[in-house]
């Protein structure tokens, strides 16, 4: 499929979409209600049903802490009709170190990085905990990588050098760039999914935002990025491509937040529920050179 051809013979794709539901067995604190993020959860999980999607995502933070708060969370989503794609995010890993390499599984990740495709399209499930503090056990080389790291942008006064913030390592980037190669070659526009915003720049992007935009800007059919993590949610544009930050599930006592989105060749449309607004953000051409 070619430039032309992406827009002639691909039809709108629809995706539902979850960010933040932080579910725990805990009071709530402070504007976060985890133990309403399972209805929360059930609702959406209803709400997609009812619709022609060609799948879901879910970016990050699925849990709030607690190994035992995987279960009634993957319970909900095992009662869905559409298949669930999964990004790591930071309180994902808020369990004991000894079962921090077991989160991918139990999300059903055969690893912490992932794609899938659909018409015209390839979606990148990237992983912005790659370099962090918190998915690593505590002696083990990728948290004393981590810790230099944070320590490094500390001392350079990077705005978002924050615990609560990780990154993208080098392999992954150019696990990212290879992949946006081979989908432009295949006439294929991509789709990024992460935890971290990148863009706009602020407190909650991953610690190498950067590095990962520059990367973005070597390949033109990257169209969109989707993210979580900062729940006040966040819209920005850059180089014609909307970054979106959907607003976080877990917040408020009685309002809820997801969407669905609508890709079309020229423009993405987001139907927000509840909390997250509604959009519709134009998308730069496929690349003809």
């Avoid at 790591?88 to 990740?109: M, S």
């Avoid at 980037?173 to 999914?193: I, N, Q, S």
Wanted: glycine share 10%.
């Amino acid at each position: 499929m070619g430039a032309r051809g992406f827009g002639a013979e691909t039809a709108p794709v629809r995706l539902g979409l979850v960010a933040d539901a932080q579910y725990a067995d805990v009071p709530a604190q402070g504007t976060r209600h985890y133990r309403r993020s399972r209805d929360r959860l059930e609702a959406a999980v209803a709400d997609f049903a009812a619709l022609p999607l060609a799948g879901c995502v879910q970016l990050g933070d699925l849990i709030d802490r607690d190994w035992a708060s995987f279960a009634p969370m993957l319970a909900v989503l095992g009662r869905s009709r559409h298949r669930w794609h999964h990004v790591l995010g930071n309180h994902d890993f808020e369990v004991r170190d000894e079962e921090k390499a077991w989160v991918p599984e139990r999300l059903g990740l055969p690893a912490r990085r992932g794609a899938f495709d659909l018409p015209g399209w390839r979606c990148l499930l990237l992983d912005t905990n790659d370099v962090s503090r918190y998915a690593h056990p505590a002696g083990s080389p990728g948290r004393e990588e981590a810790e230099r790291e944070l320590a490094r942008l500390a001392a350079a006064r990077v705005r978002q050098a924050k615990p609560w913030n990780g990154g993208v390592g080098s392999a992954q980037l150019r696990w990212f760039e290879d992949e946006c190669a081979a989908a432009r070659r295949a006439g294929r526009r991509v789709l990024v999914f992460s935890h971290h915003p990148v863009w706009p720049l602020g407190d909650h992007c991953a610690w190498n935002a950067a590095e990962i935009l520059a990367a973005v800007d070597r390949q033109p059919n990257v169209a969109a990025w989707l993210n979580g993590h900062h729940h006040a949610g966040a819209l920005g544009e850059r180089h014609g491509i909307p970054f979106v930050t959907l607003r976080g599930m877990v917040e408020t006592a009685d309002a809820t937040a997801y969407a669905v989105a609508t890709l079309h060749a020229d423009r993405l449309l987001l139907e927000g529920r509840g909390r997250e607004p509604s959009r519709e953000l134009a998308l730069r051409p496929f690349p003809t050179g």
